[in-house]
């Protein structure tokens, strides 16, 4: 069964670069058809889809966040990560990593059939 964690600084200040890792457990980010995602939840608001990486390693970012989203793996060590350039306060959510069987851009939990336990991150000076 295949397990992911997220982890990386639960603070950042404004303008910085929030960099967060996803490192899956018990299946390879390269085989399959999977799509390797990365969703957050600002407080008390619903779930927002960032982007993801594809099973050959392609990135696609939602087009709101793209100019300053950056999606990568490191195959050597089953890891994909996020980097979200000029954080503000608007960034401040749970950032979960999670793994579609399909490419899909929603944010319906059944569409995952894996899921990270989130991480907080907090964006403050």
């Known amino acids: 069964q295949v397990q992911l964690q997220e982890s990386g600084p639960g603070l950042v200040k404004p303008s910085q670069t929030l960099s967060l890792t996803c490192t899956v457990s018990?299946?390879?980010?390269?085989?399959?058809?999977?799509?390797w995602t990365w969703i957050r939840q600002p407080p008390g608001k619903g779930l927002e889809w960032m982007g993801a990486?594809?099973?050959?390693?392609?990135?696609v970012y939602s087009p709101s966040l793209q100019s300053r989203t950056s999606i990568s793996r490191d195959t050597s060590k089953n890891q994909f990560t996020l980097q979200l350039s000029s954080v503000t306060p608007e960034d401040t959510a749970v950032y979960y990593c999670?793994?579609?069987?399909?490419?899909?851009?929603?944010?319906?939990?059944?569409?995952?059939?894996?899921w990270g336990q989130g991480t907080q991150v907090t964006v403050a000076s």
């Open positions: 018990g299946g390879s980010i390269t085989r399959g058809y999977y799509y």
């Open positions: 990486i594809s099973p050959a390693g392609a990135p």
């Open positions: 999670a793994r579609s069987p399909r490419y899909y851009r929603g944010t319906a939990r059944h569409e995952y059939d894996s």
